[in-house]
């Protein structure tokens, strides 16, 4: 119902920049927050960036200082600029674009990319 597409991933050295792009579509109205995770081999996926469609962002610690997250609810694409990459920024990034309810009754729905690829080498 809901198509998430994420892209912009690469190769890049330590202190460079990267900026990854998501774009969701389908049955979309509803989306309400999107963002990005990362998973590093061998461990669990974390939160990187969130930006509700009020736009609210939301950052983890380790890349708050150096990351910024924007996006255009009227079309559902989100942007993940990326600097001072660090080879701990290494991971497979995946865009998030979730549904959060707002009233108890209500479920939340989230909705995954594929993931893209980010290597930092030093």
């Known amino acids: 119902q809901v198509q998430v597409v994420e892209s912009g991933g690469g190769l890049v050295k330590a202190g460079e920049s990267l900026s990854l792009s998501c774009v969701a579509s389908?049955?979309?109205?509803?989306?309400?927050?999107m963002g990005w995770y990362r998973q590093a081999p061998g461990k669990q996926r974390e939160l990187v960036a969130t930006i509700s469609s009020k736009g609210r962002a939301n950052y983890a610690d380790s890349v708050k200082a150096r990351f910024t997250i924007s996006g255009d609810y009227a079309k559902k694409i989100v942007y993940l600029q990326m600097n001072s990459l660090e080879v701990e920024d290494t991971a497979v990034y995946y865009c998030?674009?979730?549904?959060?309810?707002?009233?108890?009754?209500?479920?939340?729905?989230?909705?995954w990319g594929q993931g893209t690829q980010v290597t930092v080498s030093s």
């Open positions: 389908g049955s979309t109205a509803t989306i309400n927050l």
């Open positions: 998030n674009a979730a549904h959060v309810p707002i009233i108890i009754e209500g479920s939340r729905y989230d909705y």
